[in-house]
């Protein structure tokens, strides 16, 4: 049944620039930020999912995909949240249902701090914090510009970056310890992923930059709406998702079975729509 819900794409202009955005569905509306590094790509089978119950919008954040960047430098996430505000008022979405993936849950926090008026509920799925021993390496390390060059060999990089994710975490610390217990994408998604990141290759690490120096542990103890956190038991973020729960004063935690699991897209479509049908519509 989900095959047959067309996903529609569209564009708004923002003071900023353009947004690029993906929609499907028709009735109360649910706003869906997708993680780091792509696009609302990867939320196509959850945007399914949900459509069939919902109106499901699902933005490019900005500096992503085919959005444009907010600016030349790094932004913060309160940012972000702003430009998703924005895309609110523009897209004339009053009050909405929240979904974000790890970036996307980062800016949904925000989002939902910043006007709680426009928010019902909001599920994050994969929320991290990072020591300051990690930050450090992780800013070192994790995520750059692919800066054109004239043989390719920039995008034989960029593969291997959304390939090897996959595979470790932190995915350049490629040693047994490190090692993910996940599988390989598809060549298909692994194509469609790396093509999402080519767009923005020279821009994508600006906001995976920002989510990484979010400080989760300050923010979420400043939610006001219901909160579900969740993650899938082969999420890197599984741990400090749930340990981020007790900080959230009206939030639970779920815990989603393997992201390879033959359940696991019905697992958390259930999880989402049971926990937002106890918010009031939305208007």
């Excluded at 994408?185 to 469609?192: E, Q, V």
Aim: charged letters at 25%; glycine letters at 8%.
């Amino acid at each position: 049944m989900t095959d047959a819900i067309k996903v529609r794409r569209g564009f708004v202009d923002l003071p900023h620039g353009q947004i690029h955005y993906r929609e499907a569905g028709s009735g109360d509306p649910i706003l869906a930020l997708h993680a780091s590094p792509g696009s609302s790509r990867q939320l196509v089978g959850l945007i399914r999912d949900l459509a069939g119950g919902a109106r499901v919008i699902a933005p490019d954040t900005a500096g992503n995909g085919d959005s444009e960047a907010l600016f030349n430098r790094e932004p913060v996430i309160p940012e972000l949240a702003e430009a998703v505000l924005r895309f609110l008022d523009v897209m004339k979405l009053e009050k909405v249902r929240l979904y974000g993936s790890h970036t996307g849950a980062a800016i949904a926090a925000e989002l939902a701090i910043l006007a709680p008026d426009r928010i019902s509920r909001v599920v994050l799925d994969g929320v991290s914090w990072l020591t300051p021993e990690e930050l450090d390496d992780i800013l070192a390390n994790y995520a750059f510009p692919f800066e054109p060059d004239q043989q390719g060999a920039y995008l034989t990089r960029l593969f291997q970056f959304c390939r090897d994710q996959y595979l470790f975490y932190p995915w350049y610390r490629r040693t047994r310890s490190a090692r993910r217990d996940g599988g390989m994408g598809s060549a298909a998604d692994l194509h469609a992923w790396a093509l999402e990141v080519m767009k923005a290759n020279e821009t994508y690490h600006l906001n995976y930059r920002a989510a990484f120096k979010w400080d989760g542990r300050d923010r979420l103890p400043l939610l006001s709406v219901p909160a579900l956190l969740m993650a899938a038991e082969t999420d890197p973020l599984l741990d400090s998702t749930r340990e981020l729960t007790d900080l959230v004063r009206d939030g639970r935690f779920a815990a989603l079975p393997r992201s390879d699991a033959a359940d696991f897209g019905e697992r958390r479509k259930a999880a989402i729509e049971g926990f937002f049908a106890q918010a009031p519509a939305a208007a």
